[in-house]
Structures are given as C-alpha cells and as structure tokens.
Nanobody, 131 residues
Framework: QVQLVESGGGLVQPGGSLRLSCAAS????????TTWFRQAPGEEREGVAS????????????YYAGSVRGRFTISRDNVKKIVVLEMNNLKVEDTGIYYC????????????????????WGQGIQVTVSS
C-alpha cells in the first residue's frame, strides 16, 4: 500500500504558474507509474501527466495529455520520494481538483493516463485559475 499527500494548490490568475507536489510513503518500491489527474466540476477525472519509476540514471519517461503538453512538466525526486507537477501559462480550464495516483501494474503508454490502472490516490488539492 502506498500513501500519497498532495500540496501546493491555490488560486492563480490566467497565465500564472503553480507547483504541485506529491509525497509518497509506504511500499514505494512497487510503483510503476505516478500520474496527476484532475477533475473539474461536473466532469470526469482525466489524466494530465505521468512519470514512470525507474533507476535514477535511466532515461525518464514522461507522458502528457494534449491539453497540457508544453505548459506542464512532471518530474520526480527518488530520494525524497516526491513527484512534482510544474504548471505554467495556466488557463481557466485548468481549474479543478488535482489528484496524485500511483499504479503498480505495468501499463501501456495510453494506460498511464487512465484512472482504472491506479490503486493508490491522494486526497486531492484544489487549483483555481481565475481573474
């Protein structure tokens, strides 16, 4: 079992930036992928960015939803067991509750952004983009 705690959300104006962190504890050695999801009011939860676990010096595999590619960057710190989502040039449509999730099963590239592949979830954190 993996426990996840998100931090760093808040209110920002359009065009601004926010940095979200996801701190993991527990059986972190079993993690295959860590993904940030978001859910806007009345909408389904969607995957926005994913990073695969691996040795610190291996090539890092990251995947992004088309709506955030070029604006969001996901990274990990294996020592601190933290996954960070840097969000730049934020838009009103980025508003929602952001969740960090981890999955232990091997997934396809498409699968790293699908909710059914993830067993452990954080409590979620609010991100509001508004003028």
């Amino acid at each position: 079992q993996v426990q996840l705690v998100e931090s760093g959300g808040g209110l920002v104006q359009p065009g601004g930036s926010l940095r979200l962190s996801c701190a993991a504890s527990g059986r972190t050695g079993d993690i295959f992928a860590t993904t940030w999801f978001r859910q806007a009011p009345g909408e389904e939860r969607e995957g926005v960015a994913s990073i695969l676990s691996g040795p610190p010096r291996s090539s890092i595999q990251r995947y992004y939803a088309g709506s955030v590619r070029g604006r969001f960057t996901i990274s990990r710190d294996n020592v601190k067991k933290i996954v960070v989502l840097e969000m730049n040039n934020l838009k009103v449509e980025d508003t929602g509750i952001y969740y960090c999730a981890t999955g232990t099963r091997e997934m396809t590239i498409a699968g790293v952004l699908e909710t059914q592949n993830f067993e452990s979830w954080g409590q979620g954190i609010q991100v509001t983009v508004s003028s």
